[in-house]
C-alpha cells in the first residue's frame, strides 16, 4: 500500500532555525510566538496578536513591486526587529506549520495563506494561467515563491483544517482537490486533470477536476479545502 500523508506537527516548543527561537501553541486557533532578537521576521500586517513593547514595526518592500500593484497584491509587508518576542494567530481555525529552507532551497505556496518568514528569505510570485486556474476565476490566480537566499531561514503558513504532507518519490504522482493543496517543493509539477462526467440523462454533464502532482519533491495539503477568489 503506498504511504499515507503524514499529518504535520501542531505544537512546537523552544525550536531554533535561521536566527530565530520560535512557538507554536493552540488547538482551534494556534498561536506562532517568535523570538526576533537576533533575526527580523516579516508577516502580514493583520496577524499581530501581542508583542513586546521593545520590538519595532516597520515596512519591507517587496520585489517586482509595480507587477503586484497592478495585479492588486500587496507591495509591501511588516517587519518585527528588535529584543523581543511577537505572536501571530489568523483569525480562522487552522494550523499553523514551519517550513525549514536551508540556503538555496525554494518553497511554493497558495496566495493568502503565507503567515510570517524570517528576513533573510527572498519572497517572489508568480502568476497562473489556464486550466490550472479555473476555479480561481478566469485571469488566474497567484503562488508565492520563497527561497533562502540569504542562509538558512524557516516560512510560516496557516492551513485551514489540518495540514499533512505528502514527499514524492521521482515520477510519483497524487490528485489533490484544488482547494486543498497547500505548498509544495519547486521541483515538484502541478497540473490539471479533468474528467467529463456524463449520465446521459436529460444530457447532464458535469467536470470531475484535479490537481495532479509529480514527484520529486513535498507537497502540502489541508483538509478544510477553501477556494479563494482571485485578487485580480
Known amino acids: ?14 525550536e531554533t532555525f535561521g536566527g530565530v527561537t520560535y512557538h507554536i501553541a493552540g488547538e482551534l486557533v494556534p498561536v506562532l510566538s517568535v523570538d526576533v532578537t537576533q533575526m527580523p521576521v516579516y508577516f502580514e500586517h493583520h496577524i499581530l496578536l501581542w508583542k513586546n513593547s521593545t520590538i519595532t514595526i516597520g515596512l519591507k518592500s517587496l520585489k517586482g ?10 507591495i509591501f509587508v511588516t517587519e518585527a526587529s528588535g529584543a523581543g518576542i511577537i505572536a501571530f494567530s489568523r483569525d480562522g481555525p487552522g494550523h499553523i506549520v514551519p ?13 493568502h495563506q503565507f503567515l510570517a518568514a524570517t528576513g533573510n528569505v527572498d519572497y517572489t ?4 494561467r489556464g486550466l490550472a486556474t479555473m476555479l480561481f476565476g478566469q485571469s488566474g490566480f497567484f503562488i508565492d515563491r520563497f527561497r533562502g537566499d540569504g542562509g538558512d531561514g524557516i516560512v510560516w503558513l496557516h492551513g485551514y483544517g489540518n ?9 510519483e504522482t497524487i490528485d489533490i482537490e484544488p482547494g486543498g493543496w497547500l505548498f509544495k517543493d519547486a521541483s515538484v509539477r502541478m497540473e490539471t486533470k479533468i474528467d467529463r462526467l456524463s449520465s446521459g440523462f436529460f444530457g447532464a454533464n458535469m467536470n470531475f477536476i484535479v490537481n495532479r502532482f509529480t514527484g520529486p519533491g513535498r507537497v502540502g495539503i489541508q483538509s478544510m479545502y477553501l477556494h479563494m477568489p482571485t485578487e485580480e
Open 1 to 14: 500500500m503506498p504511504s499515507l500523508p503524514e499529518l504535520m506537527p501542531t505544537q512546537v516548543s523552544d
Open 65 to 74: 513591486a509595480l507587477k503586484r500593484m497592478m495585479a492588486g497584491m500587496q
Open 99 to 111: 517550513i525549514h529552507l536551508r540556503r538555496g532551497e525554494e518553497i511554493q505556496v497558495r496566495e
Open 125 to 128: 510570485f508568480e502568476r497562473v
Open 163 to 171: 495540514v499533512f504532507e505528502k514527499t514524492l518519490a521521482a515520477g
